[in-house]
């Protein structure tokens, strides 16, 4: 996994538990932090976060060695 591919997940949890977070407790950590929705700040990590969530796009169809499989060899007799 590459370096974006990393920095992208990790901003893709980040809006995730925020997310989490707005939708149990209707409290939205990102605009405490930064200083409210409407701030260009706020803006600024709702939007990256986003882009990250379209960079971890291509995680969904990108193949996985570990998820092949070779068939167990029988026993010959």
């Given at each position: 996994m590459s370096g974006i591919q990393r920095t992208a997940l990790v901003l893709t949890i980040i809006g995730a538990i925020n997310w989490g977070l707005i939708g149990f407790f209707q409290f939205d950590l990102v605009a405490a932090i930064f200083g409210g929705q409407a701030s260009a700040l706020?803006?600024?990590?709702?939007?990256?976060?986003?882009?990250?969530?379209?960079?971890?796009?291509?995680?969904?169809?990108?193949?996985?060695?570990?998820?092949?499989?070779?068939?167990?060899?029988?026993?010959?007799?």
């Open positions: 706020s803006r600024i990590i709702y939007g990256l976060v986003g882009i990250a969530g379209l960079i971890n796009l291509g995680l969904l169809f990108k193949p996985s060695t570990e998820v092949e499989r070779t068939e167990p060899k029988m026993n010959e007799q």
